[in-house]
């Protein structure tokens, strides 16, 4: 069953007297619990390509349906109340608030949507290596730490969906690996959907399918 359809998506950006034509036309739908990984070149449109899925950016042409729901036909609130409640971000950057303990910050969206989340934000910093660390500064875990920390922020609401942009961007690549093992284990765990952009042919190949983006097209499906 689709959990998500993406209808002849178009952006364009205006830079001064430039226009730069960054999606062409893309179609895509995206099943319930899949492991989608979208993969390019820098500048290919992968990045923008995710954000419109996930409704963080308006298409200048095309639709995007999530769970039955046209995203661009809603008011700006209830879009964001739909992607608060049912979405979950994973970033190249970590985007902690640094005054925040750990499980402060992965309380803090649940806080915003009016929920206890003591007990959940626990479990979800145990499930992710973090146990020992709940009471921490950002700036006294390490990237890859805070990047699980991020990732169980990403999860406090119980999204039906995770998008992850480059989530390995700024670690080493043993690290990386370990944060793609991570995203994979605990989407499998919880039958959730997760759809990634990375640059890495490897870790690409990891999902349960792959699209590369080339000059703002879907270039080959695997």
């Known amino acids: 069953m689709p959990h998500l359809i993406a209808r002849n998506l178009r952006q364009t950006y205006h830079l001064g007297a430039t226009s730069l034509e960054v999606l062409k036309g893309i179609d895509l739908t995206v099943k319930k619990g899949e492991i989608l990984f979208l993969r390019g070149a820098s500048g290919a449109g992968k990045s923008t390509l995710l954000y419109t899925l996930a ?13 039955e729901q046209k995203l661009f036909s809603m ?62 500064l950002p700036s006294q875990l390490s990237g890859g730490e805070q990047q699980r920390v991020a990732i169980a922020r990403a999860l406090i609401n119980d999204p039906t969906i995770l998008f992850a942009d480059e989530p390995t961007g700024n670690l080493d690549a043993a ?34 399918r792959e699209l590369v983006i080339k000059d703002g097209l879907i270039a080959i499906k695997q």
């Open 55 to 67: 409704g963080l950016e308006r298409p200048l042409q095309g639709e995007v349906e999530f769970e």
């Open 75 to 136: 008011k700006s609130d209830r879009l964001a109340f739909l992607r608060n409640k049912r979405m979950g971000f994973v970033f190249q950057s970590y985007f902690l608030l640094p005054e925040l303990t750990a499980i402060e910050n992965v309380k803090f969206p649940a806080m915003l949507a009016g929920k206890k989340s003591e007990s959940h934000a626990r479990e979800l910093l145990t499930r992710v290596g973090l146990k020992e660390r709940m009471d921490h």
């Open 175 to 208: 690290t990386g690996s370990s944060i793609i093992d991570l995203l994979l284990k605990l989407s499998s765990q919880d039958r959730r959907t997760l759809v990634a952009v990375t640059h890495d042919p490897q870790l690409a190949a990891r999902g349960d």
